[in-house]
């Protein structure tokens, strides 16, 4: 009896911290989101604040970016779904196949090449940016969506999270698969995939979010305003003449929607596909 009174008020403990913990993760949201309807001298007077003010609140930011006068904003979050979306498909595609060949097939240099992909892993992107703008210009993909996703398609950190996972997989399945007719390729689709498909969950979260918040390496490839990406397009309201902070803050509300959509969607396989690929190989 005492044991169980002991349990209930640790779990209500741990209930109460992880409340605190998440009323802490979700403070700056709410912040953000009252300050997108205020009015501009109202933020540069008293900046980001949680104090409630109904007569100061207004859809005014919300109705400017639906306006004419605004369409760019649309055309900027038109590209950064398109450049996302590709990237996210190509690159779980890609790197499980790369994760999964690792894990599952034995040949010389294996273990050289996972070493290179760790390795490529602690590596800074800013050490690897000028001879990627270079080998772009070469390949004449500066200003355009190829050059920002082919660079970062196949990325190690999707790499290494497939190989740790597919690690934890029975190989007697590739056996079945071939006693049965399929190829290589008919395994890893028909079989692998589906066995795969909390850590495909888990990395779609990731990349995507990744894909979404790239900033540096799309403000070096792109050229064009009309290719302009949203994070791209939000800092350039921030200028020394004028600086839109309420459409500004409006927008980034409005660019938090496509990601906790993508959550939502892949949230059950998020912390299963975590721990998995996370405690295996």
């Not at 190509?90 to 760790?118: D, E, P």
Request: proline share 5%.
């Amino acid at each position: 009896m005492h044991a169980k009174r002991t349990w209930s008020i640790s779990t209500i403990l741990l209930l109460a911290l992880f409340l605190v913990l998440a009323a802490l993760a979700l403070f700056p949201f709410y912040a953000l989101t009252l300050a997108s309807f205020k009015p501009s001298k109202e933020l540069l007077r008293y900046g980001l604040n949680v104090k409630l003010q109904p007569e100061l609140l207004s859809l005014k930011n919300y109705a400017f970016l639906m306006s004419e006068s605004a369409q760019k904003y649309f055309v900027w979050y038109k590209n950064s779904l398109l450049i996302s979306a590709i990237y996210t498909v190509c690159c779980l595609v890609l790197s499980s196949m790369v994760g999964y060949g690792l894990a599952m097939y034995r040949f010389v240099g294996r273990n050289l090449i996972f070493v290179l992909v760790l390795l490529v892993m602690m590596m800074p992107v800013e050490i690897i940016i000028l001879p990627l703008y270079k080998q772009m210009i070469a390949m004449k993909l500066i200003d355009t969506y190829t050059g920002i996703i082919l660079p970062f398609v196949v990325a190690p950190l999707p790499i290494f999270f497939f190989r740790q996972y597919a690690e934890g997989l029975p190989k007697d399945f590739l056996d079945a698969g071939r006693i049965d007719g399929c190829s290589e390729y008919g395994i890893f689709f028909r079989i692998m995939v589906p066995l795969m498909s909390p850590a495909f969950g888990a990395m779609a979260i990731l990349q995507a979010l990744a894909s979404w918040n790239s900033f540096i390496w799309p403000l070096i490839v792109l050229k064009s305003k009309e290719k302009l990406t949203l994070p791209i397009g939000l800092a350039s309201l921030v200028t020394p003449y004028g600086n839109n902070y309420d459409i500004l803050i409006a927008g980034s509300v409005l660019a938090i929607v496509p990601i906790l959509i993508v959550f939502i969607f892949f949230q059950r396989y998020f912390v299963s596909g975590l721990t998995v690929g996370g405690v295996k190989g």
